[in-house]
């Protein structure tokens, strides 16, 4: 069975950093694309970057130059550098892995002085 497992939220004051880390399990074959969304309570989950095998990484304009995503693509992990955290990036955040219709659990992250 898949599963989708994100880690490495916590709560942070403005300016600060986090990393956060998204582990597939039980998918047996190299995952093409991997994704972060993210989901601020009353609002739609929304699109916060992406890295394929071939190398590209796209961000959505609010994190650029400040999120940065990673991963090993052997093991279908990915991670998401946060830099310079902003109050508006409180959210759930949620991994999604291309050909996997499921969702992880998320990791919440909380930035706030």
């Known amino acids: 069975q898949v599963q989708i497992v994100e880690s490495g939220g916590d709560l942070v004051q403005p300016g600060e950093s986090l990393r956060l880390s998204c582990v597939v399990s039980?998918?047996?074959?190299?995952?093409?694309?991997m994704s972060w969304y993210r989901q601020a309570p009353g609002k739609e989950r929304e699109w916060v970057a992406s890295?394929?095998?071939?190398?590209?990484?796209d961000y959505s304009e609010s994190v650029k130059g400040r999120f940065t995503i990673s991963r090993e693509s052997t093991e279908n992990t990915v991670y998401l550098q946060m830099d310079n955290l902003k109050p508006e990036d409180t959210a759930t955040y949620y991994c999604?892995?291309?050909?996997?219709?499921?969702w992880g659990q998320g990791t919440q992250v909380t930035v706030s002085s």
């Open positions: 999604k892995a291309s050909r996997i219709d499921s």
């Open positions: 039980g998918f047996h074959d190299r995952i093409y694309m």
């Open positions: 890295s394929t095998l071939a190398g590209t990484r």
